[in-house]
């Protein structure tokens, strides 16, 4: 299993706010950064969030991420059905001296 | 605009080794770092290593004994190669620019290849 733990789906409406969370430890997210990533269906992972909240160009603003403690949280307002995707956390982690990812949430917009 | 695209074999044999080169354009991989990952088939990402722009390497120790990654700055590209591959190996490889002045955020991914380890 993944170092750093998300929920495995999340569904929604359209018009609606998911959030999406990612639990760590003091060895990860605790004293690192956290990006977060979009990975639509056949495609290469997409960076959304930098810096734990911040977007690069682009990017939407519907799109804004956060963090607290040891567990960050992407959030997604105004869902669209282009937004089903797998989304994954990632930042480093000091003991593994690694750079470790979420195991991904499959977003469903209903 | 800056591109990556990764090339090699589609498959290789168990204990050979498997071989990929990272092209990029629109961008000089003298600076920031170059990195690989995996995706296996129905599962997450898996960080392999980085390159930095001085050539320095960093891997991920669960691999650090079969990786080596290193760059040809004259090609613009870096290559990863992983030795006494088995069918575990069996993965989509991309490879990535990691922004480290961005709290180590990977801001352009290559479109991914598949690499099936079989006989």
């Known amino acids: 299993q993944s170092v750093l733990t998300q929920p495995p789906s999340v569904s929604a409406a359209p018009g609606q706010k998911v959030t999406i969370s990612c639990s760590g430890s003091s060895s990860n997210i605790g004293n690192n950064y956290v990006s977060w990533y979009q990975q639509l269906p056949g495609a290469a992972p997409k960076l959304l969030v930098y810096?734990?909240?911040k977007r690069p160009s682009g990017i939407s603003d519907r799109f804004s991420g956060s963090k607290s403690g040891t567990s960050a949280t992407l959030d997604i307002t105004g869902l669209q059905t282009g937004d089903e995707a797998d989304y994954y956390c990632?930042?480093?982690?000091?003991?593994?001296?690694?750079?470790?990812f979420g195991g991904g949430t499959k977003l469903t917009v209903l | 605009q800056v591109q990556l695209q990764e090339s090699g074999p589609g498959l290789v044999k168990p204990s050979e080794t498997l071989s990929l080169t990272c092209t990029v354009s629109g961008d000089s991989i003298s600076s920031y770092y170059w990195s690989w990952i995996r995706q296996t088939p129905g599962k997450g990402l898996d960080w392999i290593g980085y390159?930095?722009?001085?050539?320095?390497?960093n891997y991920n120790p669960s691999l650090k004994s079969r990786v080596t990654i290193s760059k040809d700055t004259s090609q613009n590209h870096f290559s990863l190669k992983l030795t006494s591959v088995t069918a575990a190996d069996t993965a989509v490889y991309y490879c990535?620019?990691?922004?480290?002045?961005?709290?180590?955020?990977?801001?352009?991914w290559g479109q991914g290849t598949v690499v099936t380890v079989s006989s």
């Open positions: 810096f734990n909240n």
């Open positions: 390159i930095f722009d001085s050539g320095s390497t």
């Open positions: 990535a620019r990691l922004r480290g002045s961005w709290g180590d955020a990977f801001d352009m």
């Open positions: 990632g930042t480093w982690d000091s003991r593994m001296s690694s750079l470790v």
